[in-house]
């Protein structure tokens, strides 16, 4: 990451891709938010999680939609997300979630048993309102549509169900998929589909090649309030804006041109991170 006053030197990391945040960072936007400018390959004109198993679409959407269950950091634990705990009968065939009660959409609205429904719902009947187009993540990962899933239910504010027509070992794991992010869904004044999360981002800015996410909640200590995603062509085009002082952290597909200082963490999805400080 570039620092404030402009000293730069190249440091690259090998992490999980979809582990981003929360990043420490200084002050360096115009308002002084603490931001980081992040460059991608290519930038979604706008946010669904569920039109892409990886890549772009997977890692900004994470910052925005919460999951049932999530991945602990960079590695491969689970642990609870918006379910706070499960259960699954003798047959292996019913998964009961009983979720949080202090979850509320970015506008306050609260998230309840029946918005996790809907927004599986859009996923499972692609000629329903507001479905995703294309609707990847939901064929890809539930072998089909509907695939292994028979039924949804909400039977009260706080459970959700998912009745299987077998059993299926790897759900957690699928559930913690960002595709399988809880949005809230409407139609915004142009007639699109507009999309509500509740995670620690929401969307402040969304056009071609440049969407930027502000913190959805008050920032503690010297942590990121403000993420920039903006598309970067190549590596050259990267070092350059490096150099310039206005990209931090670039994602390119492949090994960078630079790999000095090169470090690795765990992690199931890696992506390569270039940070400059």
């Not at 290519?42 to 997977?58: N, Y």
Request: charged fraction near 20%.
């Amino acid at each position: 990451m570039r620092s404030c006053d402009g000293r730069a030197s190249g440091l690259v990391f090998l992490l999980a891709l979809l582990g981003l945040v929360p990043l420490l960072v200084t002050p360096c936007a115009a308002d002084g938010r603490r931001e980081v400018r992040v460059g991608l390959p290519t930038v979604p004109a706008s946010l669904d999680p569920a039109t892409a198993i990886s890549g772009p679409t997977a890692l900004i959407s994470r910052q925005v939609f919460d999951t049932l269950v999530r991945y602990h950091g960079g590695g491969t634990d689970l642990e609870p997300g918006l379910a706070t705990r499960w259960t699954i009968s003798a047959d292996g065939l019913t998964w009961t979630f009983t979720l949080r009660e202090d979850v509320t959409f970015h506008d306050g609205t609260p998230l309840g048993a029946r918005d996790v429904l809907a927004s599986f719902e859009r996923l499972r009947f692609p000629d329903r309102p507001h479905a995703p187009n294309p609707d990847v993540v939901w064929p890809a990962l539930f072998r089909g549509l509907p695939g292994v899933v028979k039924e949804l239910q909400a039977p009260d504010a706080r459970t959700f169900q998912m009745i299987l027509v077998q059993p299926y070992a790897p759900l957690l794991t699928v559930l913690a998929h960002p595709g399988f992010g809880v949005v809230r869904a409407s139609t915004g004044a142009d007639g699109g589909t507009l999309l509500m999360g509740s995670g620690p981002f929401r969307i402040a800015e969304s056009g071609p090649g440049r969407i930027v996410l502000d913190a959805a909640r008050p920032v503690v200590g010297n942590r990121v309030e403000r993420l920039v995603f903006v598309e970067v062509a190549d590596d050259a085009d990267a070092e350059a804006a490096f150099a310039a002082g206005t990209l931090d952290v670039w994602l390119p597909e492949g090994p960078p041109r630079r790999q000095e200082n090169a470090l690795s963490t765990p992690g199931t999805r890696v992506g390569l991170l270039v940070w400059q400080t």
